[in-house]
């Protein structure tokens, strides 16, 4: 397996469920970010981790928790979410966080999620 | 207005060339980058130029920069029907920030 992967790529979820999406990146990159992307709206970077550690959260609601065990994996744990929420979730790995050179992400397919 | 932004749609004949328009407001970005992204993937980085640049040529590719005008554009030359994507332009604020995106339909 190379390069970013994501799992599930659909996930159908009703508002008290909890669920989480799963990305895993086989680049040995160093900072990994997670996404929204809704129809017709700029992506909007939720969350970001420089080796391992959370260097921003970008005023998201807690209902997203993301966790980050190693630098080869990045979850976000879902639950309560809103119909609002459903979207196309996307994970991204680059070699270093923004600020230290170029700027290359490597993106996952996504998760598409829904929230009835 | 948004910090970078794009028309939602562009048309084309296959075979014709393709010019994707970005603006943006800040110009600090030391990067900016063009991100294809297809049907059920995600983003692809295409191509990027440095700000100190007017413009970079890759293959059918070509990006122009007009710092004075804030205006970046990607140029695909003999676009064919596998360019029908969504193009992206990004340029980097203490993190990359995202124009909404360009569909770009090739009809054969």
């Known amino acids: 397996e190379t390069g970013v992967t994501q799992t599930p790529r659909h996930l159908v979820m009703g508002m008290t469920n909890k669920k989480s999406l799963k990305c895993e990146q086989h680049?040995?990159?160093?900072?990994m970010y997670w996404y929204k992307q809704s129809a017709k709206k700029p992506l909007e970077l939720m969350f970001v981790?420089?080796?391992?550690?959370?260097?921003e959260n970008n005023s998201v609601p807690s209902r997203f928790s993301p966790e980050c065990p190693n630098s080869s994996h990045l979850f976000l744990h879902l639950h309560t979410l809103q119909p609002e929420d459903s979207a196309l979730y996307l994970c991204?790995?680059?070699?270093?966080?923004?600020?230290?050179?170029?700027?290359?992400?490597?993106f996952g397919p996504g998760t598409r999620l829904t929230v009835t | 207005g948004e910090d970078v932004e794009q028309s939602l749609f562009l048309s084309v004949r296959e075979g014709d060339s393709s010019v994707i328009n970005c603006t943006y407001t800040?110009?600090?970005?030391?990067?900016l980058y063009w991100y294809k992204q297809e049907p059920g993937a995600g983003l692809q980085l295409l191509t990027y130029?440095?700000?100190?640049?007017d413009m970079k040529q890759d293959q059918r590719l070509t990006v122009l920069l007009n710092k004075k005008d804030k205006h970046l554009s990607l140029r695909i030359a003999d676009t064919q029907t596998g360019d029908s994507a969504i193009y992206f332009c990004?340029?980097?604020?203490?993190?990359?920030?995202f124009g909404q995106g360009t569909e770009l339909s090739v009809k054969p």
């Open positions: 991204a790995s680059s070699q270093a966080f923004l600020g230290q050179g170029s700027y290359e992400q490597y």
């Open positions: 680049l040995g990159h160093n900072a």
């Open positions: 981790y420089n080796f391992k550690e959370q260097t």
């Open positions: 800040d110009s600090s970005s030391t990067y």
């Open positions: 130029i440095f700000s100190n640049m």
């Open positions: 990004a340029l980097v604020r203490g993190k990359l920030i």
